[in-house]
């Protein structure tokens, strides 16, 4: 995967705009405690771009090898689909995570010149988290599709309803509805929504859940207990297994009678 | 007997397909599975390779089959090289290092090996599927369409390459288009025509009894019979 020039193309952009954004905040607003400008663009930057291009890529990668006709000629040879869905992830897994590995690298190196400029554990554990989470759901997203097309359809549509659409829905829900209403639609958006559920670890593993509000207490409160960050880690590979065993079942689906 | 079909459907949603196909296919022997395009061949031979199942119908497979598999509509990953791609699919065989370079080297792809397919023509990517096919113990080899982008030389080093399976006791099955191919090659044939095995049998028999001189006047014959 690695050789791809798509792959590589992203790569490249990727740590360009990482390593320029973080060097921008940094010179614009030096570092201060807290939840701040420049560790919430730095976050939106991570859930934005990660996650469009492990859908993207990651999705292709398994609809191209059914359009191709790769997946049949492997469903010949003595492989399982459960193997061939799990050489899929580690692949792309390496992928991203040689890519992150890259950015950061670039950021601490830049900050040896410029000063203070640094990463917290925090952004990197969950920077590998989006891409542990995401990566699997490319994969589901690539079983379902007809073809690369479609797979690159559906990976947009599903990451701009997560990173915004939904989003917007709520707060247009709020113009009206009862604060009560709200935060219940909000904390269901939190579990439906991969990209708020790593948005709301970071607030957890940074110890920043106020950021939620007031409002939030008694959930904030249950997930930053021990026993919540222990759901909050099960959820999360939750979502992990959920979507390959899926991809697995309908690739299996694929080719049996309609 | 390698295998037997009774009564096997696979209708896609455009109603094309396999209709009730019933056939018996022997051991060691070299069969053409003959027809036009759309007529089910590829279907056929995505059942017996278990790739898809039948709508209805059964097969009742002889002893335990170890099946080697051409397709015609791979598209291999373009950013590995010929020797990559043996080698990944030679690991899930189990098939040793020596065993891949002769394979390699019979379909004459070892001097290009390193190079990725993305440089490939599209004979030499048949070659390459080809050589896959090649790969690793079986008794049964299905080649589907296998001329298919192969130049005069590389349809003759086929010939040889099937002729040279037959020889080592596996059963070759292959779909064509082209009926002087098959009738070069095969000694069994199924005739199939918009999904219906519309002949089958030896193929001297079935000329005879036919009084057909060759496999494209018993096609011609057999379709405006069906008309």
């Known amino acids: 995967m690695l050789r791809s020039r798509w792959m590589q193309l992203v790569a490249l952009l990727f740590v360009f705009v990482f390593a320029s954004v973080s060097l921008i905040q940094q010179m614009a607003l030096p570092e201060v405690e807290g939840f701040t400008r420049q560790s919430a663009a730095a976050l939106n930057l991570q859930l934005f771009l990660l996650p469009l291009f492990l859908l993207t890529i990651g999705s292709m990668s398994i609809a191209g090898d059914v359009e191709s006709g790769w997946l049949s000629l492997l469903k010949t040879y003595p492989i399982t689909l459960r193997q061939y869905v799990f050489g899929k992830y580690a692949a792309l897994l390496l992928s991203f995570f040689v890519m992150l590995a890259l950015s950061f690298s670039v950021v601490i190196g830049t900050g040896a010149f410029v000063g ?24 589901l997203i690539g079983a379902i599709a007809k073809s690369r097309l479609h797979a690159l359809a559906l990976s947009l549509v ?17 113009t009206f509805s009862a604060g009560h209403v709200l935060q219940k639609l909000l904390i269901v958006n939190i579990h439906i929504n991969p990209a708020e559920w790593l948005r709301f670890g970071y607030f957890l593993l940074s110890k920043q859940e106020a950021v ?5 207490y008694s959930f904030t409160n249950f997930y930053s207990s021990p026993f919540g960050l222990f759901v909050y880690a099960c959820l999360s590979v939750l979502w992990i297994i959920l979507s390959l065993g899926f991809a697995v079942f309908i690739l299996d689906r694929k080719g049996r009678v309609e | 007997m390698i295998v037997k079909g009774q009564k096997i459907a696979r209708i896609y949603s455009n109603d094309r397909g396999l209709k009730d196909a019933s056939f018996l296919l022997n051991e060691g022997e070299i069969i053409a599975l003959a027809g036009g395009n759309g007529a089910g061949k590829s279907t056929l031979i995505r059942l017996l390779t278990g790739q898809e199942k039948p709508t209805s119908g059964q097969l009742e497979w002889g002893s335990e089959q170890s099946v080697n598999y051409m397709p015609d509509d791979v598209d291999f990953p373009l950013t590995l090289s010929a020797e990559e791609i043996i080698n990944l699919l030679g690991s899930l065989k189990k098939v040793g290092q020596a065993e891949q370079e002769t394979v390699l080297k019979r379909v004459g792809l070892w001097e290009e090996r390193k190079q990725t397919v993305r440089h490939y023509s599209k004979g030499m990517r ?9 790969l690793g113990p079986s008794n049964f080899l299905l080649l ?17 390459m099937v002729l040279e399976q ?27 025509h918009q999904g219906n095995i519309i002949t089958q049998g030896n193929l001297e028999h079935v000329l005879r009894e036919n009084d057909c001189k060759n496999l494209e006047e018993l096609f011609i014959m057999k379709i405006q019979n069906n008309l």
């Open chain 1, 116 to 139: 203070q400029l640094g990463i917290s554990w925090v952004f990197v554990v969950l920077s590998f988290l989006i891409v542990l989470i995401f990566a699997a759901i490319a994969l």
């Open chain 1, 158 to 174: 599903l990451w701009a309803s997560w990173l915004l659409l939904l989003s917007y829905a709520l707060m247009a829900i709020g």
């Open chain 1, 212 to 216: 939620l509000g007031p409002a939030f």
């Open chain 2, 126 to 134: 048949q070659r390459l599927n080809l050589a896959q096919a090649l």
């Open chain 2, 144 to 160: 589907d369409e296998p001329t298919n982008g192969l130049d005069p030389y590389w349809v003759a080093e086929l010939k040889k």
């Open chain 2, 166 to 192: 037959k020889e080592l006791g596996k059963t070759v099955l292959f779909s064509t288009h082209l009926l002087s191919f098959a009738q070069e090659l095969a000694e069994e044939v199924l005739l199939l």
